[in-house]
């Protein structure tokens, strides 16, 4: 016979807790999303050019979302030089400095469990009702 023990936490955090909480959340919803289109995109391009690869396991994922966060894509400010000539300037995302990175990591892992959740289902390793 065994006996199971429950607890019951309450986070109470400050102000400045709850901004660094909420911050992270965002950010990795961001992330996750990132890493879906990147996935759609590549898929879309994959059916005109068979030779796209398609970033589908989290290795993969978390690589491409490295490159694109750090890309003109995700970020570029335009700055205007002493002598009046525009130049872009990329800051990819500018934020990213502010997040923990294992945030972004964690949502691409995500991102790339759900694809394969995804992928099981269709091909009917998984038990349940089949999707898509």
């Known amino acids: 016979m065994s ?3 429950t607890f019951r936490y309450c986070l109470d955090p ?4 709850s901004d660094v909480l909420a911050r992270h959340a ?3 919803r961001f992330a996750f999303n990132q890493s879906l289109h990147l996935v759609r995109t590549a898929l879309d391009h994959h059916k ?3 030779e796209v690869r398609v970033p589908w396991t ?4 978390i690589n491409a979302f490295n490159t694109w966060k ?3 894509s995700a970020g570029r400010v335009f700055a205007v030089s002493s002598d009046g000539v525009p130049e872009i300037q990329v800051t990819g995302l500018e934020w990213r400095t502010r997040i923990c990175q294992q945030v972004f990591e964690e949502a691409a892992v995500d991102c790339a469990r ?17 999707v898509g």
């Open 3 to 5: 006996r199971h023990t």
């Open 14 to 17: 400050t102000v400045e807790q």
């Open 26 to 28: 965002g950010a990795a």
């Open 48 to 50: 005109t050019n068979p």
């Open 58 to 61: 989290r290795f993969d994922l």
């Open 70 to 72: 750090k890309s003109e």
């Open 114 to 130: 759900g694809l394969a959740a995804f992928s099981g289902s269709r091909a009917g390793k998984r038990r349940g009702k089949r």
